[in-house]
C-alpha cells in the first residue's frame, strides 16, 4: 500500500508558475507510476501527467510543453512543474499511484488528498 501527499498549490497570476511536490510513503515507490489529475469544480477529474517507474512520461494536450514530471525515488517524491500557469488550470491537483501505464482516473489505487491551484487573470 502507498500513502501519497500533496503540497505546494497556491494561487498565481497567469503566465507565474507553481510546483506540486507528493509525497509517497509504505510500498517500495520505485516500483509505481504515478499520474497527476485535477478536477474543476463542476468538470470529472482530468489526466494532467504520468511518469512511470522507468521515467516514461505522458502529458495531456493541453499542459504539454508547459508542465513537466519528474520524479526523485531516493525522496520518494514525485515532482510537477507547471510554468505559464493560465486561469483554466485552475483546480484541485491530486497525485495518484498504480502499476500500469494508464490515463484513467479509475486505473490508480492510491490517491492523495488534493492540493488547490488558482491562478487570476
Known amino acids: 500500500q502507498v500513502q501519497l501527499v500533496e503540497s505546494g498549490g497556491g494561487s498565481v497570476q497567469a503566465g507565474g508558475s507553481l510546483r506540486l511536490s507528493c509525497a509517497a510513503s509504505?510500498?517500495?515507490?520505485?516500483?509505481?507510476?504515478v499520474g497527476w489529475f485535477r478536477q474543476a469544480p463542476g468538470k470529472e477529474r482530468e489526466f494532467v501527467a504520468r511518469?512511470?517507474?522507468?521515467?516514461?512520461?505522458d502529458y495531456a494536450d493541453s499542459v504539454k510543453g508547459r508542465f513537466t514530471v519528474s520524479r526523485d525515488n531516493a525522496k520518494n517524491t514525485v515532482y510537477l512543474q507547471m510554468n505559464s500557469l493560465k486561469p483554466e488550470d485552475t483546480a484541485v491537483y491530486y497525485c495518484?499511484?498504480?502499476?500500469?501505464?494508464?490515463?484513467?482516473?479509475?486505473?490508480?489505487?492510491?490517491w492523495g488528498q488534493g492540493t488547490q491551484v488558482t491562478v487570476s487573470s
Open positions: 495518484a499511484s498504480n502499476r500500469a501505464r494508464s490515463t484513467i482516473p479509475r486505473n490508480y489505487d492510491y
Open positions: 509504505g510500498d517500495t515507490f520505485s516500483n509505481y507510476g
Open positions: 511518469i512511470g517507474w522507468s521515467g516514461v512520461t
